[in-house]
């Protein structure tokens, strides 16, 4: 007979949920944007960032807020990334802005709709006419737009990201005690991702990849499956690969989701971690053992065919260990490697020897050890 969930129960899991929450968003304050003049910021990187968002627009330096809007709406920034700062950090400014250690905006602007987003995007790919292809981010829980955005421009210098970045940002409350709050807008979020996936094809990108890091994977996972429930082959094609990072999901309902998608042609990758904390308090707090962010055999997903990358061997560079790829100082140094020879996580392991990472072929994909550069 299975025992009734008491309110000691409830307590002690509210609990453990707010101190893995304050753990992973930490005690400072929270981002946000700064504007200075592109000649303010000399001998900084200069990345362009397209948006799309369900976010409500909100007047700068803010630009968008927390809250749900029922129309896409569509930006594009240029932000400046410092010279001195550690590799996988982001610092936002307090007080007066310093171009060598914030990261800062020099250029807004809000776009007039679809067809100017698709614009953007093309005239960003024919500045880099050998490079035709694209990615767009997904990010979690908790974060703001400001978060969203920089995190982003983080990913893409530090990792060296050829081609077109696209960001998609949903309104989260961030706020700790909102993970339900943010599991609806996500929801809410849905139409709005995949219109814009549905954009992405309309442009003259030859492909891109989708990146989507914890609950972000959950809103990315049902845009994909509502597409090709659609039957929508035409913009799933465009994806060369779907990349879910530490992807904050209930195993069973994932492999609902992905089953259609992997129907339809698109590689699925899943990032994982046994050193996740973020996952595991995810996991407790819903009585649960596993997320899909830290599993490790396809068999824990019913024999799904996705590819599992396992990075519990790398270190995590910040105490949650949630966003190794982005965090983790020596996985930025393997992945920068891994493009200057040319290889790839995703699709093999050719070249990752040469590249620096030991590696290991376990039954349902990678286990990554980046050695010493």
């Keep these: 007979m299975t025992r009734p969930v008491t309110l000691t129960d409830l307590t002690r899991r509210h609990c453990l949920a707010l101190i893995g929450a304050a753990t992973v968003a930490g005690c400072g304050p929270r981002g946000s944007i700064a504007m200075l003049p592109p000649e303010a910021v000399a001998g900084a990187n200069v990345q362009r960032v397209i948006v799309a968002t369900s976010r409500a627009p909100a007047p700068a330096p803010v630009f968008f807020s927390g809250r749900n809007a029922f129309r896409t709406g569509f930006a594009r920034f240029d932000a400046a990334v410092p010279p001195d700062r550690p590799a996988g950090s982001i610092r936002f400014p307090r007080g007066t802005p310093d171009p060598r250690r914030d990261f800062l905006v020099t250029h807004a602007e809000r776009l007039s709709g679809s067809r100017a987003f698709v614009q953007q995007v093309n005239a960003a790919a024919a500045s880099a006419p050998h490079s035709r292809i694209g990615a767009m981010f997904v990010h979690g829980f908790n974060t703001n737009f400001a978060e969203s955005l920089m995190r982003h421009v983080q990913l893409r ?57 914890s609950m972000g994977a959950f809103l990315a996972m049902e ?151």
């Design 223 to 373: 845009s994909l499956r509502t597409l090709a429930l659609l039957g929508d082959r035409a913009s799933l094609g465009r994806i060369g690969a779907v990349v879910l990072i530490a992807a904050d999901l209930e195993v069973d309902l994932f492999r609902r989701q992905a089953e259609p998608v992997l129907a339809a042609g698109v590689p699925i990758y899943l990032l994982v971690s046994s050193q996740d904390r973020a996952l595991r308090w995810s996991a407790t707090l819903r009585g649960e053992s596993r997320r899909v962010g830290n599993v490790y055999t396809r068999e824990e997903l019913g024999g799904l065919d996705v590819g599992i990358i396992d990075l519990s061997a790398v270190n995590p560079g910040e105490i949650t260990g949630h966003l190794k790829v982005g965090s983790s100082p020596e996985l930025i140094a393997l992945v920068r490697r891994m493009r200057q020879r040319q290889a790839t996580l995703f699709g093999g392991d050719a070249g990752l020897l040469d590249a620096g990472a030991t590696v290991l072929q376990g039954a349902a994909g990678l286990v990554l050890a980046p050695l010493s550069p």
């Design 157 to 213: 210098h530090d990792l060296a990201a050829p081609g077109v970045g696209v960001l998609f940002s949903w309104p989260t409350a961030a706020n700790l005690l909102a993970y339900a709050v943010d599991r609806e807008h996500a929801l809410f979020s849905r139409d709005s991702l995949v219109e814009t996936m549905q954009l992405m094809r309309r442009t003259r990108l030859s492909g891109y990849n989708l990146i989507a890091h």
